[in-house]
């Protein structure tokens, strides 16, 4: 056991401790609930870290908060890095259908289970914890910083404001993004980039009211007509059949491929974790390259009529869709959208309305930059060299371009968290094993030693 592991281990304790705090507070952006609350706590643990902090909340929406943590005596005034988190979380629904109380943060079989423990607090923890660590033992190696929002669940709309009103506070060397997992094989995942999004609302009016059924016949049903619209959109065998959808698109370089092809998709491994009741819709040899580097067209809900109990004969009188495209280099939310409008006019469905909730663009940093470097050397130390996944994208959103676009695009942002292949992020039942929370925290401090220590 090296030094840093012991005082990792010795520290443990109160890292989970802290960690079950932050749980039990609820911050759930979608429905208001618990921000002002979650904003004071994380203060508070910034100011226990011998941290200073702003609250940037001139913007509107929730607030952002800026935290500082300045080198120690022997360290490098010449190196800051900057952390990407958020405080909110997804609402804990179905409530029915978790084991142990979503806010109660409870350890059971070696796991904390709450509704953002994964997805992001337990990374947010990570950090806090391993900067409380090194300024307990001789200061900070380099100056640390944060960026901690409040609206990452609800597709950051703030988020770009902030950026482009306060960027000379989050200039930094480097950034480590939000979240990462170990996969299956228990290799730690080091990602480098993430896919974009358009989010949009698909609405169609019948009538004024619900009609009863009888007038079937005669009638249009909007509920059918959404759903002939959809089906419209993609074929049986899963291809987006929008024109122009995959115009644009800038493959990935065979580099990037390989790297793919070295860590192939675990079909097996989320047939169990999902419980899936139908095939993949691609080969699971070209599995990994889907989920990374090709862009998707889901229907994330439908709302029409009457879904209670029992029956009710009625035409609805109004039908709804949620959408979701997660994008890849060389594709623009809003032309996707202008796209998908277009469809829908050419197929006879020019009386949907379209509605964008919802954008970010896709981005990628440089794989080669010697931050990337830096980190996967240190992966290497603390987690083994054969325990390194390295992913280049990853099939998931995140507001990335905007740190590219506001704080350089020569930046290198890289991700890696405290989370595991089963934590269930956005489902009941979401967790972290403890033992990957220590070995992050020991990871965060060998990080923070690494690149202090590094020529400016």
């Not at 618990?34 to 508070?44: D, K, N, Q, R």
């Not at 049903?221 to 959109?233: C, E, K, R, T, V």
């Not at 995140?398 to 489902?427: N, T």
Request: with cysteine.
């Amino acid at each position: 056991m090296t030094k840093w592991d012991h005082i990792v281990k010795e520290q443990l304790p109160e890292a989970i401790s802290a960690l079950q705090d932050y749980c039990r507070q609820p911050s759930i952006s979608s429905q208001g609930m618990g921000i002002a609350e979650t904003v004071h706590l994380l203060t508070e643990l910034i100011r226990e870290a011998k941290g200073e902090y702003q609250l940037l909340d001139d913007c509107g929406g929730n607030p952002v908060i800026y935290a500082v943590f300045e080198p120690g005596p022997n360290g490098n005034p010449n190196k800051t890095i900057l952390f990407y988190n958020h405080y909110d979380v997804q609402p804990p629904e179905p409530i029915e259908e978790w084991s142990y109380p979503p806010f109660g943060a409870e350890l059971h079989d070696g796991k904390m289970y709450a509704r953002g423990v994964s997805d992001n607090k337990g990374d947010l923890i990570v950090r806090l914890q391993a900067i409380s660590i090194l300024q307990k033992n001789g200061g900070l190696p380099c100056r640390v910083k944060f960026l901690i929002e409040g609206e990452e669940e609800i597709g950051s709309p703030t988020l770009e404001k902030v950026l482009q009103k306060h960027a000379g506070l989050f200039m930094a060397d480097a950034s480590i993004w939000e979240w990462s997992q170990k996969n299956k094989e228990e290799k730690i995942e080091i990602i480098m980039g993430v896919k974009g999004m358009c989010y949009m609302q698909l609405d169609c009016e019948g009538s004024d009211i619900d009609i009863h059924s009888q007038y079937g016949s005669v009638l249009d049903n909007p509920a059918w007509h959404l759903i002939q619209a959809l089906a419209s959109m993609r074929t049986v065998d899963n291809r987006i059949t929008v024109a122009g959808f995959y115009d644009g698109i800038v493959p990935p370089a065979e580099e990037l491929l390989q790297w793919s092809r070295d860590y192939p998709f675990d079909a097996k491994g989320a047939k169990q974790i999902f419980g899936l009741k139908r095939p993949l819709i691609v080969d699971e040899k070209t599995a990994r390259d889907a989920f990374l580097f090709e862009p998707t067209l889901t229907v994330c809900g439908i709302e029409s009529g009457y879904t209670g109990p029992g029956t009710k004969t009625i035409l609805p009188k109004r039908s709804q869709a949620k959408l979701d495209c997660r994008l890849v280099p060389g594709q623009v939310p809003e032309d996707i959208a202008s796209k998908i409008r277009a469809h829908l006019d050419k197929h006879g469905f020019d009386d949907i309305r379209v509605t964008i909730l919802g954008s970010l663009m896709p981005f990628r940093s440089d794989i080669h930059h010697p931050f990337a470097k830096t980190v996967i050397q240190t992966a290497e130390r603390v987690y083994g060299a054969d325990y390194i996944a390295l992913l280049p994208s990853f099939g998931g959103s995140g507001p990335m371009s905007l740190f590219g676009q506001y704080l350089g695009e020569d930046k290198p942002i890289v991700s890696i968290g405290c989370s595991w292949w089963g934590d269930r992020i956005h489902a009941p039942n979401e967790s972290i094993r403890l033992s990957d929370f220590e070995q992050a925290i020991h990871f965060m401090v060998e990080l923070f030693l690494t690149f202090g220590e590094a020529e400016a």
